[in-house]
């Protein structure tokens, strides 16, 4: 059973349009959820991340909006830039149990 | 902060060989280290978690006696691909969670180590 599910699995936006990115999770027991960027041949970096007690945490142009009752929660970048195109993962977790999405790779066109 | 790095970061071998990738936390002492495998354009397949000073866990399908691991530290865990072949070929990522402190419940990731086994 997939634990964490992630929509959509590409995504093409136009320059300084919004992306969003979204993941369903199963177990509410869950406690972290990251979100990871990642760049073709680099590890996956830590962009931001939220626990459960709040409903969006912002950074910057990353924004992280969670719905705790619907299991849901989103990653919105705002004024999407074509650095932004890489491939995004997110993760739910409880202590060190760890589940990934299946990644979603963003194409942002000038 | 959190800065894990991986060596080498891209190897070759011949089928047989053996391969030892490093992972090492450079600013943080590490509970718990995960080793991944990545196939192009896939998501992360976790391949074992390992505590220091104790046997790894490994995920189910993945050889314990391919894939050997070694946590010999708080900041030092390695995976030795043993008679590697041609399908051992991957992106190899290895992460690490610190031990205390704010970044407690993340793991941070190395920038991988590419394996081609001709």
């Known amino acids: 059973q997939q634990q964490v599910k992630q929509s959509p699995q590409s995504l093409i936006v136009q320059k300084g349009g919004i992306s969003i990115i979204n993941c369903a999770y199963e177990?509410?027991?869950?406690?972290?959820f990251p979100w990871y960027q990642q760049f073709p041949g680099k590890g996956p970096a830590l962009l931001i991340a939220?626990?459960?007690?709040?409903s969006e945490k912002k950074e910057g142009r990353f924004t992280i909006s969670f719905n705790k009752s619907a299991k849901q929660f989103s990653l919105h970048i705002m004024d999407s830039q074509p650095g932004d195109s890489a491939t995004y993962f997110c993760?739910?977790?409880?202590?060190?149990?760890?589940?990934f999405g299946t990644g979603t790779s963003l194409t942002v066109i000038p | 902060g959190a800065v894990v790095s991986q060596h080498p970061s891209w190897v070759i071998c011949k089928s047989g060989t053996s391969v030892k990738i490093e992972c090492r936390s450079l600013?943080?002492?590490?509970?718990?280290m995960f080793w991944y495998r990545q196939f192009p354009k896939q998501s992360l397949m976790l391949m074992a978690t390992?505590?220091?000073?104790?046997?790894?866990?490994?995920e189910q399908g993945v050889e314990k006696d391919k894939f050997l691991i070694n946590h010999a530290s708080l900041t030092l865990s390695t995976l030795t691909v043993t008679s590697a072949h041609p399908e051992d070929s991957s992106f190899y990522i290895c992460?690490?969670?610190?031990?205390?402190?704010?970044?407690?419940?993340?793991?941070?990731f190395g920038p991988g180590t590419r394996l081609t086994v001709l």
């Open positions: 992460s690490a969670e610190p031990r205390t402190g704010e970044g407690a419940d993340t793991q941070y």
């Open positions: 390992s505590n220091e000073g104790s046997k790894a866990t490994y």
């Open positions: 177990n509410t027991a869950f406690d972290y």
């Open positions: 993760a739910a977790s409880r202590g060190n149990q760890f589940y």
């Open positions: 939220i626990r459960p007690d709040v």
């Open positions: 600013d943080f002492q590490a509970t718990t």
